[in-house]
């Protein structure tokens, strides 16, 4: 026995110790239930849960042995005498308002009486972006989150959100782990979210350049739009005069235009590896990649901010900045002058259409001459496999563990490799039709993490109580 349960029934319990009607109710609920929530027009927002049952009969005895029956119109409801939410029966469901009036207008809507959200082409465009067998799934209506203040609806018209589209949302347990799905309408090219639809996938080529052995890697398609989008975002808040007074100050002290240098900068494919600590060295390493894909000037900028630093540009509080060049095979490298101090050894390295940085002296030789690619490494050969993505994430768990295990610092008391079903943890994010999509899966063994987390809140709990 894991312990779970045993918290479970205690939690139910203390929620009503006199009768544990709650405690009772739990044997006749099937386990599927929804949730929603109104504006509210007077006093609270209206709450309306529906809760799925295998006997009804059973539970509303229960119900009626703690209140008075009361009716509204032809609805027979209850209501606890200390006051409360409202508890009605329907259809093999127990319906629970914080106004009786909102439980008669849904079994109204459930006879057809009144339209229902599958009415709605936008809702169920938002119920068919998420898979069927999701364990839980949550729908927000753009229309009135966006009619409830001005400051969400300007911040709607920044992220370039559809305001009268349904968003939804969802949790899927699969044989993989959890699987997390988000749906957001958007205006195609327009705002943050709408910058993904101007946005060509990714094609991975700058890949070539890294080497085997990263633990995880990230790739994103024409970060500058997305940047642009995002500063378009802030500008629209009440923050956005600190915003623009910032970028001036920086524009100014390096004499570069964030429209004209930097947004261009990053209109190509970026890419972000993370290395463990690898050839005796104590610190794990890393290697960042942007390419002139997308019509971007990731090298032209590169080259441009290296000579204004060896001209002093950049040269303050006694610090000055200089670059040494070498050259190895088409990559010409730029060794930064050492800090007092600094033993941390990176390179920028400039090809004809990639900038990278790279951190780690064991990093320098095989980005220069990688003999074993990282794409050939076993954790992450799929991250370049799959539906076309604007953004991936892909971190190999397994290699994770091991890195944290050489430094000393896993866990003595839980073996986390069990508690995997996989591993690879991805994320990606694309554009489909007229809304943005993303998909997270992790790998976790479910039941297993259910068992190691009851089990660990028993111990705590019988230690607690050895205390007393």
Known sequence: DSGASDLIDKFLNDLDREHGSFKQLRGHVKGSFAVALWPKTSGEPGVMVAVALDDPAGAESIVAGLS?????????????KDGGMAVTFFDGYAIVATDPSLAQLAIRTAKGENPSLNSSASFKAARASLPDDASLM???????IAKADEKTRKGYAALGITETGWSAGSVTLTSEGIQIDSYQPAVAG?????????????????????????????GWSNLGTFAESMLKYFSSMPEGKDVSEGIAKMEKETGTSLENDWIPAFRGETYFAFYPPMDGNKDPGLVLSVDNSNGGSATKFLKMMIDKANAGRFDHSGEHVRFAESASGDLDLYTPSPKPGDDTEARLAISDSQAMLIVGSSLIGKVTSPNQKLLSSEGLKSFATGDPAKFRLQVDL?????MIDKMGELPKDVNLRQILSGRNLTATGTWETDAAKGTVVIPINVPELIRVLGKKAKESDERSIAMR
Not at 68 to 80: C, F, L, N, T, W
Not at 398 to 402: H, S
Request: no cysteine; hydrophobic share 40%.
């Open 68 to 80: 008075d029956p009361e009716s509204i119109g032809s609805m027979k409801y209850y209501k606890p």
């Open 138 to 144: 949550y729908f927000i209506n753009g229309d009135a």
């Open 190 to 218: 327009n705002g943050l979210l709408g910058s993904l639809a101007k946005t060509a996938p990714l094609g991975y080529k700058s890949l070539d350049r890294f080497p085997a052995g990263a633990v995880g890697v990230m």
């Open 398 to 402: 397994y290699a994770v563990i091991d």
